[in-house]
C-alpha cells in the first residue's frame, strides 16, 4: 500500500514534469537568444585593438590643459588616429580623504577618426599616478559616416610611458552599427 501511495504520489509530478520541463527549456533558449542579440546583434561589432597616445599642449582646447594624440591599431573598423580633451580632473578620484591624492579621476571627448568616419566618446577614467596604470569607460555618443548611428561601450586600460609623455594600452568592448 506505501508502494501504491508512493506511485499516486508521484503521478503527479511525472504529469506536470514534462511539460514544467519543456517550459522551461523553451524559457532558457528564449533568453540566450535575446542576451545574444542584446549583446552580439547583427550590427554589434567586437572590439579588442590597441592604442598609443601622447600628451600634447600647442593647440590644446582642455579647460584643465590635457589633451592627447594618438593611433588605434589592431582595431579593424576602428583603426585611426585618436583625440583626447579633458573637460575635467579631480585629485583623490574625487574622493578626498578615501583615496589618495595621486588618484586622478578625469573625463573628456575622444575622437577616433577612422577611413570610415569619426566617432565622438565620453570618456571616464582613472589614472593612478604612482603605479601608472588607468582605466577608462568610453560610452558612444555620435558619429559620422558609417558610425553616424552607432552606440556601444569600449573599456581602454592600460600603462602611462616611463617618462611621463604618453601612454599605450589596450582596447575592448563593442560598437553597433545600425
Not at 586622478?104 to 575622444?110: N, P
Not at 571616464?124 to 588607468?134: A, E, H, L, W
Request: glycine letters at 14%; one cysteine or more; charged letters at 15%.
Amino acid at each position: 500500500m506505501g508502494h501504491q501511495t508512493a506511485a499516486r504520489g508521484s503521478a503527479p509530478f511525472h504529469d506536470l514534469a514534462a511539460p514544467a520541463l519543456t517550459a522551461l527549456l523553451l524559457f532558457a533558449a528564449l533568453s540566450f537568444t535575446e542576451s545574444s542579440q542584446a549583446t552580439d546583434g547583427p550590427g554589434c561589432i567586437p572590439i579588442r585593438a590597441s592604442i598609443e597616445a601622447r600628451f600634447f599642449t600647442a593647440g590644446c582646447l582642455s579647460p584643465v590643459g590635457l589633451c592627447t594624440a594618438g593611433e588605434i591599431t589592431r582595431g579593424g573598423l576602428l583603426n585611426g588616429t585618436t583625440e583626447f580633451t579633458a573637460l575635467g580632473i579631480a585629485v583623490a578620484a574625487g574622493m578626498p580623504g578615501i583615496e589618495p591624492d595621486t588618484t586622478l579621476s578625469y573625463h573628456g571627448v575622444l575622437t577616433i577618426t577612422t577611413k570610415h568616419g569619426t566617432l565622438e566618446i565620453s570618456d571616464v577614467g582613472v589614472f593612478d599616478q604612482v603605479t601608472g596604470v588607468f582605466s577608462e569607460l568610453d560610452r558612444v555618443v555620435s558619429g559620422t559616416g558609417r558610425f553616424e548611428t552607432a552606440s556601444g561601450t569600449l573599456f581602454i586600460y592600460g600603462d602611462a610611458f616611463a617618462d611621463g609623455s604618453g601612454f599605450t594600452g589596450s582596447i575592448a568592448g563593442e560598437v553597433c552599427l545600425d
